[in-house]
Nanobody, 117 residues
Framework: QVQLVESGGGLVQAGGSLRLSCVASGSISGISTMEWYRQIPGKTRDLVASIDHLGSTAYDSPVMDRFTISGDSIKGTVYLQMNDLKPEDTGVYYC???????????WGQGTQVTVFS
C-alpha cells in the first residue's frame, strides 16, 4: 500500500518562500513522471509543475521562474521550491507520481499553502 506523504505547507507573507516535500512510503516501479497540482475551493485541480524520469521539467505559466520542481524517480521523492509567493498561489497542493509499469497514479494527501499580503 504505497502512500505519498506531503509536508512543507503553511502560512507565508507575499514574497516569501516555501519548500514542499513529497515522499513515497513504499517502492514505486517504473516511475515516468512526478507532478505538483494545486486546487482552490470550487476550482479544478490544475497542474503546476512536472518532472519526468530523465529530469525534464515543465511549469504552468503563472509559476514560471518562481517555482522549481526536483526529485528522484528511483527513490520516489519530489519537491517544489516556491519563491516570491503571491496571494494567488494560495491553495491546496498535491503531489502525484505516475508509474509507466503499472499505469497507476499515486496522490499525496494535500498540503495547504496560504499567502497573505
Amino acid at each position: 500500500q504505497v502512500q505519498l506523504v506531503e509536508s512543507g505547507g503553511g502560512l507565508v507573507q507575499a514574497g516569501g518562500s516555501l519548500r514542499l516535500s513529497c515522499v513515497a512510503s513504499g517502492s514505486i516501479s517504473g516511475i515516468s513522471t512526478m507532478e505538483w497540482y494545486r486546487q482552490i475551493p470550487g476550482k479544478t485541480r490544475d497542474l503546476v509543475a512536472s518532472i519526468d524520469h530523465l529530469g525534464s521539467t515543465a511549469y504552468d505559466s503563472p509559476v514560471m521562474d518562481r517555482f522549481t520542481i526536483s526529485g528522484d524517480s528511483i527513490k520516489g521523492t519530489v519537491y517544489l521550491q516556491m519563491n516570491d509567493l503571491k496571494p494567488e498561489d494560495t491553495g491546496v497542493y498535491y503531489c502525484r507520481i505516475d508509474s509507466a509499469t503499472s499505469r497507476d497514479s499515486y496522490w499525496g494527501q494535500g498540503t495547504q499553502v496560504t499567502v497573505f499580503s
